[in-house]
């Protein structure tokens, strides 16, 4: 089993929609999560933090469950511009604090 | 915020040669950078973490003599791709961590640089 775990999708959904990813991952003892948006070819770009009582930034809200071992990433009013790749890193506490990173969901926002 | 910028941004080389990536922390000292390599429609994955004045530590199947990695300074870490092959062609990424104090306390962000492709012929 993978540590970060993300449906690939592609999540094709029309402009204003409101989506949803989700991400889990294994390593209980992961201490930060983070959300990043890769657009294509470029590199990923810090799109949030995840704290445990959840925070929001604009259109964009994220979530953790550690009890079951997930984030969430909600995107409301979607844009033609939301459309890239998020991927979900998750942190182990200890050690050096390298983040491991889901394969990322592909979001197509279509007019 | 936080700034790295890596060097080439794309690159085309002949296979058995080798290719120098640089990557630099524009406005933080990083005592400790990661290298990542990405192929497409997969996951970035940690190839080494370069510690500035020591050895890099590399995963698990990374062939440490193929990628060299010289962290000479705070601010510059390199990786050379030696004897380049065409399986070697791949979105090769560098990183480094800024650390930031929020409402939840201290939180290692990465930053990422720009990303090197690496075209082998």
């Known amino acids: 089993r993978k540590e970060v775990e993300q449906d690939p999708g592609p999540f094709n959904v029309p402009e204003g929609a409101t989506v949803a990813f989700n991400c889990t991952y294994s390593?209980?003892?992961?201490?930060?999560f983070f959300w990043y948006r890769q657009d294509c070819r470029k590199e990923p770009k810090l799109l949030m933090s995840v704290y445990s009582s959840g925070n929001e930034d604009g259109r964009f809200t994220a979530q953790l469950n550690r009890a079951s071992q997930y984030i969430s990433l909600l995107i409301r009013d979607s844009k033609l511009s939301d459309s890239a790749t998020y991927l979900c890193a998750a942190t182990p506490s200890g050690g050096s604090y390298i983040p491991t990173f889901g394969r990322g969901t592909s979001l197509i926002v279509h007019p | 915020g936080a700034v790295v910028s890596q060097h080439p941004s794309r690159v085309i080389c002949k296979s058995g040669t080798s290719v120098k990536i640089e990557c630099r922390s524009l406005d933080f000292q990083a005592t400790t950078m990661f290298w990542y390599r990405q192929f497409p429609k997969q996951s970035l994955m940690l190839m080494a973490t370069?510690?500035?004045?020591?050895?890099?530590?590399?995963e698990q199947g990374v062939e440490k003599d193929k990628f060299l990695i010289n962290h000479a300074s705070l601010t510059l870490s390199t990786l050379t791709v030696t004897s380049a092959h065409p399986e070697d062609s791949s979105f090769y990424i560098c990183?480094?961590?800024?650390?930031?104090?929020?409402?939840?306390?201290?939180?290692?962000?990465?930053?990422f640089g720009e990303g090197s492709r690496l075209t082998v012929l």
């Open positions: 390593n209980s003892a992961s201490q930060s």
């Open positions: 990183s480094a961590r800024g650390w930031t104090s929020g409402s939840a306390g201290w939180t290692g962000e990465l930053f």
């Open positions: 370069s510690n500035e004045g020591s050895k890099a530590t590399y």
